[in-house]
């Protein structure tokens, strides 16, 4: 059975991981979410949902602005071939979220470990990340070693690698 926001919240409370969360209207786009910058602080998050040929799947966090080289990431990710993007069906099944909810929150629902969870070195720089708690009606701000903590509680290992080229503003 898929987990709830309820259900996320109620395990960060167990690991004894404080967040913050502020509700908003639905948010589907990186340049939708960028109209509450001001209001939350911190690195902000974009997720590719990515597969390789051997359907192994990823989750990409990297910041916002973040540039990703879709044709080279398979060679830092350790994937076995070029990547794509993975199915909504798999990121329901997997993760439990709709396309514009992705998180690595999902891992919550990836009880078979069937993703990689990969962070990019450069958001992980930030003291706090900000991602969506399942739903893109909210965001989420945690610590950054908070959010490594809570993949480990999931029984995901992180890997944080070099993925990403920031874009200049």
């Known amino acids: 059975m898929t987990k709830t926001v309820d259900d996320l919240f109620g395990m960060l409370a167990e690991l004894g991981i404080d967040v913050t969360t502020v509700e ?12 509450l910058r001001g209001q939350i602080a911190g690195g902000h998050t974009k997720n590719l ?6 359907d192994r799947f990823f ?3 990297v910041e916002e602005e973040a540039e990703v080289d879709l044709k080279q990431i398979h060679r830092i990710i350790g994937a076995s071939s070029r990547v794509s993007f993975g199915k909504p ?7 439990g979220v709709i396309p514009g909810a992705v998180t690595a929150f999902g891992a919550i629902n990836d009880t078979g470990s069937n993703v990689t969870f990969v962070l990019d070195a450069t958001l992980m720089a930030h003291e706090t990340i900000n991602a969506h708690p399942l739903v893109n009606t ?8 908070d959010l490594i903590r809570f993949l480990r509680a999931t029984g995901h290992e992180p890997l ?8 200049p503003h």
């Open 89 to 95: 069906e798999k990121l329901m099944e997997y993760l």
């Open 160 to 167: 944080i690698l070099n993925v990403s080229t920031v874009s």
């Open 138 to 145: 909210a965001t989420t701000s945690i610590r950054a070693d």
């Open 24 to 35: 908003h209207p639905p948010l589907f786009t990186v340049g939708e979410s960028q109209s």
């Open 59 to 61: 989750l990409v966090t």
């Open 49 to 54: 949902f990515l597969k390789d040929k051997k």
